[in-house]
């Protein structure tokens, strides 16, 4: 369908239109809903975002152990009962009509809304050998902060060069008995403070050359892993893997509007979730380069909806 006959309506028009729905996006959906706006939120995937992979989750505050299928699922009934709108689909583009946003799904499907809050998250790259996958959440994680207190005095194994892969090994150093740094270059490749910072930590061993090729556990748990140095298959013990090989961010579908993210298609907001298009904004991991948590996905969600409703009473009319 041409943009120009597209037609806003009752039925396809929101306030806030809210593109995923991990932790950030309900968030988001149940603030708007509170303020009497007009909330309906896209997901492409199961609502609740990555969390509901989690067996356990024991850092988010009022909660000492929950899932995170039963988080994700209590936050999503709170926004619909509220009033929120599911809608299922993938969004492949935003474009600006007249005052509107207006998404387009890959059904042929698209929705009108005020403001829009960009909430796609990311998905971190796996190593894709065999044992990663039997073994997530049994001692292979990709959230450091999420489960570095599970490796008290345990033997832990980190695969990754990169900022994130350095912060969060001298994380794991201040918690595990020993580490071992296993990194496919011949040295770290980060800013050099955060290197000599990693090289300071006395129970870190850092393995260059090498690369994962296998995983392998006791069906209940990790036990080992197999790596490769330069050619040569080496067994390290180890009772947890930590994987921080990079992510995709979900953002694909701005490649068009080239300035609202960087080159690690992250979404570039300010302080209060603000992109560089006036009535778009982000918030949860797809706007952040670190500390990817629920929490602060909740806040951003908190912020970028109050900023949308600031938007939306003082500047939409004039826009």
Request: aromatic share 8%.
């Amino acid at each position: 369908m041409a943009l120009e006959t597209l037609t806003a309506s009752d039925a396809n028009t929101y306030d806030i239109l809210i593109i995923g729905a991990g932790p950030a996006g309900l968030t988001a959906a149940i603030y708007g809903r509170k303020a009497n706006m007009k909330v309906g939120f896209i997901e492409q995937e199961v609502p609740g975002g990555k969390i509901v992979n989690l067996p356990e989750i024991t850092n988010y505050p009022g909660h000492k152990n929950i899932s995170g299928a039963d988080l994700a699922l209590n936050m999503y009934n709170q926004a619909t009962e509220l009033g929120a709108v599911y809608i299922y689909g993938k969004v492949t583009g935003i474009v600006k009509k007249q005052n509107y946003h207006v998404a387009f799904l890959e059904n042929g499907v698209n929705y009108f809304a005020k403001a829009i809050i960009v909430a796609t998250g990311t998905t971190e790259i796996k190593l894709n050998v065999p044992g990663e996958d039997e073994y997530k959440n049994k001692g292979i994680s990709y959230c450091a902060i999420c489960d570095g207190s599970l490796t008290k005095d345990k033997v832990v194994t980190v695969f990754g060069n990169n900022d994130v892969a350095l912060k969060d090994t001298i994380y794991l150093a201040g918690i595990a008995r020993k580490i071992f740094l296993v990194i496919k270059e011949e040295k770290l490749q980060s800013n050099n403070d955060l290197a000599s910072a990693v090289q300071r930590c006395s129970n870190v061993e850092i393995i260059t050359n090498a690369e994962c090729i296998r995983v392998k556990g006791d069906k209940h748990k990790v036990t080992d892993v197999d790596i490769k140095i330069n050619s040569k298959e080496q067994t390290l013990k180890t009772d947890f893997i930590f994987v921080f090989v990079g992510s995709h961010t979900g953002s694909d579908f701005l490649s068009a509007n080239n300035e609202l993210i960087n080159s690690d298609g992250v979404i570039v907001v300010d302080k209060d979730q603000q992109t560089k298009t006036s009535g778009i904004f982000a918030a949860g991991d797809v706007s952040k380069n670190i500390y990817r948590q629920i929490s602060t996905a909740v806040g951003d969600g908190a912020t970028a909806t109050l900023s949308a409703i600031k938007f939306i009473k003082l500047e939409w009319q004039s826009k």
